[in-house]
């Protein structure tokens, strides 16, 4: 059996949701190989135990911050710049080969096909098919590698103040590398150009590897733990809800009962930021620790001094003053007497 593996990366207790599903979907599908994930110590201890549950290999790897605001601002998210953070993946010299997967995706046809390609191969961004999406990508781990890579990105920096935009012009011969292009399929992100969708609707049974590229993961969606169903989605993510869809299904089935209520509470209080989820939401794991499938989820409005604020699902506007009108109406409340 090669020595391969499939490699992700977990910077807080929200991603790390996301790969604790992407694993599950791996396995699901019978992969010949094992699967690794590097986390950062803004995952808590307690998630890092129920990670291990789950990968072969939970790698601890220190927090690599672009702090790139400008070429960040260009892309309006300013929280990739710890994307940087990826690129501890070459270190990972007890293999030989791997194939690197962001935690917002989700396998949905075994693809240890991956494995015969060389490094670095990767599928066209949408965006600008020139450059590769680093969502997914196939590389070989080498210390020198690492070392090259991080040399540059201190002397260079990133084009998009990111991981992709580093490895893109580190990498910078792919373009001219036809056998390195993997096919969109591996890497089917969602975009608004005019010919997507149609493409989307011909191809869709193609599709190995689903991106939830963007600032809207599957773990932020309002999902009704009531009646086990994603609610509403923004236009643009629509044709995807099937996949949302799949996403939580197999979270509710093999990783909900694994979360516990301490997940995002650390044991460091000195990192005053390191349990903020880079997407802006905080505590989310937790919650979902709290909630029972088949019972209504109620808000936490006194989770919030701690940063804890679901905004598109459970703590959204309309779930809130819903519980403030419940508690209005509530006999000796101040409004009934």
């Known amino acids: 059996m090669p020595n391969y593996a499939w490699v992700t990366l977990a910077t807080n207790d929200s991603y790390a949701l996301g790969a604790l599903v992407l694993a599950k979907s791996l396995k699901s599908l019978n992969t010949a190989y094992p699967c690794v994930v590097l986390v950062t110590d803004g995952v808590t201890p307690t998630m890092r135990t129920t990670l291990s549950e789950v990968f072969q290999t939970v790698q601890m790897v220190d927090l690599f911050d672009s702090k790139d605001e400008a070429h960040l601002s260009l892309i309006r998210r300013p929280e990739l710049g710890i994307t940087f953070t990826k690129i501890a993946c070459w270190k990972l010299t007890q293999f030989e080969k791997c194939v690197f997967l962001d935690a917002d995706t989700l396998v949905l046809r075994n693809s240890d096909s991956l494995f015969d390609r060389d490094e670095l191969s990767a599928a066209p961004d949408v965006g600008w098919p020139d450059c590769f999406n680093s969502g997914v990508f196939v590389f070989k781990p080498s210390m020198e590698t690492y070392n090259k890579i991080t040399e540059f990105a201190l002397t260079e920096g990133s084009f998009d103040g990111g991981d992709q935009g580093l490895l893109n012009s580190y990498f910078s011969n792919w373009k001219d590398v036809p056998a390195n292009h993997l096919p969109f399929v591996f890497n089917c992100s969602i975009s608004t150009v005019y010919s997507y969708l149609p493409a989307f609707k011909r191809f869709e049974k193609d599709i190995n590897i689903i991106h939830f590229l963007g600032s809207l993961k599957p773990w932020q969606v309002n999902f009704d733990f009531e009646r086990c169903e994603v609610g509403s989605l923004p236009a643009q993510y629509y044709h995807l809800r099937k996949y949302f869809g799949l996403w939580w299904k197999i979270f509710s089935e093999t990783v909900h009962q694994s979360l516990t209520e301490d997940m995002d ?8 930021n390191q349990n903020v989820d880079v997407e802006g939401q905080a505590g ?5 620790a709290r909630a029972r499938l088949g019972e209504a989820r109620k808000p936490c ?3 919030w001094h701690e940063g804890n604020i679901d905004y598109l699902g ?22 009934s007497k």
């Open 284 to 288: 989310l794991a937790g919650s979902f």
């Open 314 to 335: 459970i703590d959204s506007f309309s779930n809130i003053l819903s519980k403030l009108e419940e508690t209005l109406e509530k006999p000796g409340s101040s409004s």
């Open 301 to 303: 409005i006194e989770s």
């Open 265 to 272: 509470k650390s044991d460091n209080s000195n990192k005053s």
